[in-house]
């Protein structure tokens, strides 16, 4: 199983910022900016690449879920990032879709 499959199951603890039956939001173990927070379907889906027509309406509810959280966490006004990286090259560390909320700081652009 997944390092974030664990997460889901709570075998592995994490500090949770949003939960319900179907995506989990909690914050990143080793942040890259003073809020990040990771947002995950609680369904194993390996990465953008593994999104369909079966699966996909999940990620609405992420996304959806993420404008209320940048509210909540207040970086709606200053502005934030929503960053899910795929596979070697896109520098994705976990095997489970995931989209990071970054902000709280200038993010910069392009990322390196
Ligand atoms: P990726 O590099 O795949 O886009 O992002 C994976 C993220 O998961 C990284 O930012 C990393 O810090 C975070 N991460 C890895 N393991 C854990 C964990 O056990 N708990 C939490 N909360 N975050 C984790
Ligand atoms: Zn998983």
Not at 44 to 62: C, F, K, M, P, R
Not at 84 to 110: C, D, E, K, Y
Request: aromatic share 8%.
């Amino acid at each position: 199983m997944c390092i974030f499959c664990k997460i889901v199951d709570k075998e592995i603890p994490c500090t949770k910022v949003y939960e319900d039956e179907k995506i989990l939001a909690f914050k990143d173990i080793n942040p890259s900016a003073p809020v990040h927070v990771l947002v995950i379907p609680k369904e194993h889906i390996t990465s953008v690449n593994y999104i369909n027509e079966g699966n996909a309406e999940v990620v609405g509810h992420i996304f959806t879920t993420i404008a209320k959280l940048a509210k909540e966490l207040g970086v709606d006004e200053s502005g934030y990032r929503v960053v899910t990286n795929i596979g070697m090259q896109g520098g994705q560390s976990v095997a489970h879709l995931h989209f990071h909320l970054l902000g709280g700081r200038n993010l910069g652009w392009p990322p390196g």
